[in-house]
């Protein structure tokens, strides 16, 4: 039985995740070995699920990840904050969410979401 998936993205500046994942959407630095950065939520146990696309909805690239929170529009307002480009929305789609695009240091393009 699969227990956890992690999403590991390349980069030569793992230092800079702390300014989208940790300063941004409020992540836990899990573990740090010099080599790896992991980030999550300290006790709390994360669903499983991978999904497979050939558009992000809407007409909108896939993105590399997508991120659900409680509010969004704190998370837009920290994402403006810290520079990161908005490159969709926000914007209520007709399948229940309310999301935007924004890229992290790293150039993926991450999916900010929450239920309607």
């Known amino acids: 039985m699969v227990k956890r998936i ?12 702390q300014s989208f994942y940790q ?4 992540l836990d630095l899990l573990m740090d070995h010099g080599w790896i950065a992991t980030y999550g939520l300290n006790n709390q ?10 558009e992000g909805g809407s007409g ?11 509010v969004l529009e ?7 904050a810290a520079g990161f480009p908005i ?3 926000p914007v ?16 993926k393009l991450v999916n900010v979401l929450c239920h309607r």
Do not use: H
């Open 92 to 107: 209520d789609e007709p399948w229940g969410v309310r999301r935007f695009y924004t890229r992290d240091p790293f150039g």
């Open 74 to 80: 704190e998370i837009l307002e920290r994402v403006k």
């Open 60 to 70: 909108t690239p896939t993105p590399d990840l997508s991120v659900e929170v409680d």
């Open 87 to 89: 490159e969709y929305g």
């Open 45 to 54: 146990q994360m669903n499983i699920q991978i999904s497979f696309a050939n």
């Open 23 to 26: 300063d941004v959407l409020g």
């Open 6 to 17: 992690v999403l590991n993205v390349d980069t030569r500046e793992i230092a800079k995740a």
